[in-house]
Protein backbone atom coordinates (compact mmCIF):
# COMPACT_ATOMS: atom_id res chain seq x y z
CA UNK A 1 0.00 0.00 0.00
CA UNK A 2 2.72 2.71 1.10
CA UNK A 3 4.63 1.71 -2.38
CA UNK A 4 1.69 3.02 -4.22
CA UNK A 5 1.24 6.48 -2.31
CA UNK A 6 5.37 6.30 -3.29
CA UNK A 7 4.28 6.71 -6.69
CA UNK A 8 1.58 8.73 -6.29
CA UNK A 9 3.96 11.15 -4.63
CA UNK A 10 6.49 11.33 -7.26
CA UNK A 11 3.23 11.94 -9.93
CA UNK A 12 2.49 14.90 -8.21
CA UNK A 13 6.17 16.06 -7.80
CA UNK A 14 6.49 15.44 -11.90
CA UNK A 15 3.23 17.43 -12.41
CA UNK A 16 3.85 20.53 -10.32
CA UNK A 17 7.68 20.55 -11.69
CA UNK A 18 5.89 20.44 -14.91
CA UNK A 19 3.55 23.01 -14.35
CA UNK A 20 6.63 25.81 -13.15
CA UNK A 21 8.00 24.83 -16.71
CA UNK A 22 4.92 25.88 -18.49
CA UNK A 23 4.46 29.11 -16.49
CA UNK A 24 7.98 30.12 -16.91
CA UNK A 25 7.90 29.07 -20.99
CA UNK A 26 4.37 31.23 -20.77
CA UNK A 27 5.98 34.15 -19.57
CA UNK A 28 8.76 33.89 -21.55
CA UNK A 29 7.08 33.56 -24.59
CA UNK A 30 4.67 36.57 -23.68
CA UNK A 31 7.71 38.89 -23.52
CA UNK A 32 9.22 37.43 -26.28
CA UNK A 33 8.77 40.24 -29.66
CA UNK A 34 7.68 39.12 -32.66
CA UNK A 35 7.85 41.61 -35.94
CA UNK A 36 5.41 41.08 -38.52
CA UNK A 37 6.38 43.02 -42.13
CA UNK A 38 4.25 43.81 -44.82
CA UNK A 39 5.37 44.03 -48.77
CA UNK A 40 9.29 45.34 -48.80
CA UNK A 41 8.66 46.12 -45.02
CA UNK A 42 6.68 49.30 -46.27
CA UNK A 43 4.86 48.70 -42.84
CA UNK A 44 6.33 46.93 -40.06
CA UNK A 45 4.57 46.16 -37.02
CA UNK A 46 5.96 44.37 -33.21
CA UNK A 47 3.63 42.01 -31.24
CA UNK A 48 4.63 40.66 -27.91
CA UNK A 49 4.14 36.68 -27.44
CA UNK A 50 0.46 37.70 -25.84
CA UNK A 51 -0.54 39.38 -28.85
CA UNK A 52 -0.52 43.31 -27.41
CA UNK A 53 1.17 44.99 -30.09
CA UNK A 54 4.12 47.22 -29.19
CA UNK A 55 4.98 49.28 -32.57
CA UNK A 56 3.63 49.87 -35.33
CA UNK A 57 6.19 51.34 -38.23
CA UNK A 58 4.81 53.01 -41.89
CA UNK A 59 7.19 54.25 -44.44
CA UNK A 60 6.36 57.56 -45.46
CA UNK A 61 6.33 56.90 -49.22
CA UNK A 62 2.92 54.29 -48.30
CA UNK A 63 1.29 56.99 -47.27
CA UNK A 64 -1.37 58.33 -50.07
CA UNK A 65 -4.30 59.78 -49.39
CA UNK A 66 -5.56 59.04 -52.87
CA UNK A 67 -5.11 55.21 -51.83
CA UNK A 68 -5.87 54.05 -48.56
CA UNK A 69 -7.10 50.85 -49.23
CA UNK A 70 -3.34 49.90 -50.20
CA UNK A 71 -2.21 51.15 -46.66
CA UNK A 72 -5.03 48.62 -45.21
CA UNK A 73 -3.79 45.84 -46.83
CA UNK A 74 -0.13 46.38 -45.90
CA UNK A 75 -1.45 46.71 -42.28
CA UNK A 76 -3.36 43.66 -42.24
CA UNK A 77 0.09 41.55 -44.22
CA UNK A 78 2.01 42.80 -41.36
CA UNK A 79 -0.26 41.78 -38.16
CA UNK A 80 -1.35 38.74 -39.62
CA UNK A 81 2.70 37.82 -40.34
CA UNK A 82 3.20 38.65 -36.63
CA UNK A 83 0.31 36.47 -35.60
CA UNK A 84 1.28 33.79 -37.66
CA UNK A 85 4.83 33.87 -36.00
CA UNK A 86 3.44 33.74 -32.63
CA UNK A 87 1.14 31.00 -33.01
CA UNK A 88 4.02 28.98 -34.72
CA UNK A 89 6.56 29.64 -31.37
CA UNK A 90 3.59 29.16 -28.77
CA UNK A 91 2.73 25.72 -30.91
CA UNK A 92 6.62 25.25 -30.48
CA UNK A 93 7.06 26.24 -27.15
CA UNK A 94 3.90 25.12 -25.73
CA UNK A 95 3.25 22.33 -27.82
CA UNK A 96 5.48 19.93 -25.67
CA UNK A 97 3.40 20.21 -22.65
CA UNK A 98 0.26 19.64 -24.19
CA UNK A 99 0.88 17.08 -26.69
CA UNK A 100 -0.85 13.95 -26.11
CA UNK A 101 -3.05 15.13 -23.47
CA UNK A 102 -7.10 15.16 -24.13
CA UNK A 103 -8.15 18.40 -24.83
Do not use: C, H
Not at 27 to 42: K, M, R
Not at 45 to 63: A, H, L, P, W, Y
Request: glycine content about 8%; overall charge negative; proline content about 2%.
Amino acid sequence: MMRGMGNMQGMMKQVQKMQKEMVQAQEQLNETEFTGVATNELVKVIFTGDRRMKDIQISEGVVDPEDTEMLQDLLMMAVNDALTKIDAESEKTMGKYTKGLPF
